[in-house]
């Protein structure tokens, strides 16, 4: 008798144990230094909301909360992998097993990537982004582009802002699965994720199923990218195949992949030829104050480059433009000797700017991008034309380094 209740006894310990062990692992998972505190948030994605309440619910002792929880997500979404394998891990505890998340040795191949998964849904809450903070990548967004999306590939997430009168305003945010050997994109077939600016070019349905529901493809490569010798093609955001919920944060061949049902959401906040698409190795967040001093900073500049134009000093004018500038197709020489020539007979000039819509370029210092629309007037000739720069710091003064006709 006394010997069969130490056993029963020593099973609950053992249970104990696990279930303990699992849970300190979620934490660890949560926030990547062995230990955290994953809080109730208002949840963008009610799969993320199950697994946060059920790691708590394990943090309190409550193995039937967190089961309950699991279970209800998987009879919602029977084909989400890592809710099976969070399952398991429970089956695991209640055995007083230490199941995958409570393990001390190196995961099994198959199963690395899922953890992965749990950790970046889990720390969208338990480190959660300063989302309420204006993002430093977009400095103003032009009255055509109703929403810009952010993808911030060091947290696998996409982050959708609304246009407020030129300021981007946070809307919501979805988890990501982005390309196998990471970002940086150079060249075709390299399955890396682009970084950089790019736009939403058209919409496809009607794809096979390996798509989900649909696919947007963005402008990669853009001119930047082409100016610096980077190639490839096919880079989209699209959702994910019929049998498989979502896929881990590494695991595409370069596109921005979404669950079917994120993106289905995404698409509401998408419009052809106008939401810009900017890809970062991670998003920062800036206070009203400083995010002003950036903007107004830089449009002073384009302001100025603008009124010498209207000028006629040529000199002036071209000082804008780096040592470093090259227009597409020919030298720099040979362009600045056409636009003295071209200033030269100008009896008058008038350069009217509109529609401005500014981002800090990701992956590179000090550079920005800068879309507009540009009306020009003289007294021998007029056009209208959507024009795009590219402007570097050196030192102190922002100069052109790339100009082109935005298509």
Known sequence: MIGSISFRNGIRIAQRIAVLALASSAAAVADGSGGGTLSPAIFVNEVEGSLVRAF??????????AMGEIDRQLERTP?????????????????????????????????????????????????APPVEGLPAA?????????????????????????????????????????????????REGDQKTPIGVYTIVSAKNKLPDFYGPGAFPISYPNDWD?????????????????ETYSRPPFATDGCVVLTNEDLRK??????????????????????????ERDRDGFLRSLEQWRADWESRNT??????????????????????????????????????VSGVSLFAYPGAKDLMMVTFE??????NLSSKKTKRQYWAREGSTWRIVHEAIAS
């Open 79 to 127: 084909n989400f992998r890592l809710g099976h394998l969070i399952k398991g891990d429970l089956l695991m505890a209640r055995a007083g097993k230490t199941g995958v998340f409570g393990a001390s040795v190196s995961p099994h191949e198959g199963v690395a990537p899922l953890q992965d998964e749990a950790r970046v849904r889990l720390k969208r809450y338990s480190a």
């Open 56 to 65: 708590t619910g394990l943090r309190e002792g409550g193995m039937a909360k």
């Open 266 to 291: 995404l698409s509401t906040y998408v419009d052809v030829s106008r939401t810009p698409v900017v890809i970062g190795d991670g998003v920062q967040w800036r206070d009203p104050a400083t995010w």
């Open 226 to 242: 082409r100016l610096n010798g980077r190639n490839g093609h096919g880079i989209w955001l699209h959702g994910t195949p019929s």
């Open 374 to 379: 540009q009306d020009y007037r003289s007294n």
């Open 138 to 186: 977009v400095l103003q967004l032009a009255p055509s582009q109703a929403h810009a999306l952010l993808v911030d590939t060091s947290r696998s997430r996409l982050f959708v802002y609304a246009n407020d009168r030129g300021r981007p305003k946070y809307v919501t945010d979805f988890y990501i699965s982005l390309g196998k050997n990471g970002i940086e994109k150079q």
């Open 315 to 352: 000199e002036r004018y071209l000082a804008h433009y780096s040592s470093r500038f090259r227009e597409d197709g020919g030298a720099a020489e040979a362009w600045k000797a056409r636009k003295h020539k071209a200033l030269a007979g100008k009896a008058w000039v008038k350069v009217g």
